[in-house]
C-alpha cells in the first residue's frame, strides 16, 4: 500500500530554522498536509499544499513540494519553545479511493 | 467553540470488557473516522464514515465496530477489549464539501489502557 516517511526526530537552537522532510509513495496525490500535535492533544492541520503548486508560504511556514521525487519539506522560519511538537505529514490520493495516509511524525525539540 | 468532544479522556479497562468511546462534533461535517496512534507508527485508521447511515473499514479494524446514526456522532466499540488494543485513540471529521483541501479536525483524544 502507499506508505509516508518521516524522520522520528529533529532538534535545533531557538533563533534558527527548521526544517522536517517527508517522502510519500502516492503518485496519485492531490493534497498534501503538515499537521501539528502538542502534548495531550489532537492534531491541528497547519497548512497544506496542492499537488500542482511547488511552495506554499504561511508567516513562518514555508512549504515546499519536489512532485518528481515525491518529498515535502516544512520549513519554520525562526523556532520559537512553542514549536517543540509533532509534526505529522499526511497525503491524500486517488489509490484505492479517498484515504489520506499519515507519516509516523516527527518530533522537533527546540533547545532554549 | 466548534469542535470534537471525544470522552472519556482516558480510561483503564479490564481485558475481555466492552467499552465505548464518544465522539461528538458540532461542526456538521460529513466524514468522520477513527484513528489509533501508537508510538513509531503513526496514525492508523480503524473506521470511517463519508456520511451518516454509512460506515467503512480502514486499515486496522479488526476488533473493533462502529455506527454513525446521525451526522453528529460517531460512537467506537470495543466488542472485548485486549492489551494490544492499548492506545491513544483520535477521532476526526472533515468537511468533504471542501474538497481535499479541507484537512481534518482532531479531537483531543481518549487514552485506553487494557490491562
Known amino acids: 500500500g502507499e506508505d509516508v516517511e518521516q524522520s522520528l526526530f529533529l532538534s535545533v537552537r531557538e533563533g534558527d530554522s527548521s526544517v522536517i522532510n517527508c517522502t510519500y509513495t502516492d503518485s496519485s496525490s492531490t493534497y498534501l498536509y503538515w499537521y501539528k500535535q502538542e502534548p495531550g492533544a489532537g492534531l491541528q492541520l497547519l497548512t497544506y499544499i496542492f499537488s500542482n503548486m511547488d511552495m506554499k508560504q504561511d508567516q513562518r511556514l514555508t512549504v515546499l513540494l519536489n512532485k518528481k521525487d515525491k518529498h515535502l519539506s516544512l520549513r519554520i522560519a525562526d523556532t520559537q519553545t512553542g514549536d517543540s511538537a509533532i509534526y505529522f505529514c499526511a497525503e491524500t490520493g486517488n489509490t484505492g479511493g479517498f484515504k489520506t495516509i499519515f507519516g509516523a511524525g516527527t518530533r522537533l525539540f527546540v533547545k532554549a | 467553540i466548534a469542535g470534537i468532544t471525544q470522552a472519556p479522556t482516558s480510561q483503564i479497562l479490564a481485558a475481555g470488557r466492552r467499552m465505548t468511546l464518544r465522539c461528538t462534533q458540532d461542526?456538521?461535517?460529513?466524514?468522520m473516522y477513527w484513528y489509533r496512534q501508537d508510538l513509531g507508527l503513526g496514525l492508523r485508521l480503524i473506521h470511517y464514515s463519508n456520511t451518516a447511515g454509512t460506515t467503512g473499514k480502514g486499515e486496522v479494524p479488526d476488533g473493533y465496530s462502529v455506527s454513525r446514526a446521525n451526522t453528529d456522532d460517531f460512537p467506537l466499540t470495543l466488542a472485548s477489549a485486549v492489551p494490544s488494543q492499548t492506545s491513544v485513540y483520535f477521532c476526526?471529521?472533515?468537511?468533504?464539501?471542501?474538497?481535499?483541501?479541507?484537512?481534518?479536525?482532531f479531537g483531543s483524544g481518549t487514552r485506553l489502557t487494557v490491562v
Open positions: 476526526a471529521s472533515r468537511d468533504s464539501g471542501l474538497g481535499d483541501r479541507g484537512g481534518y479536525t
Open positions: 461542526m456538521r461535517h460529513n466524514a
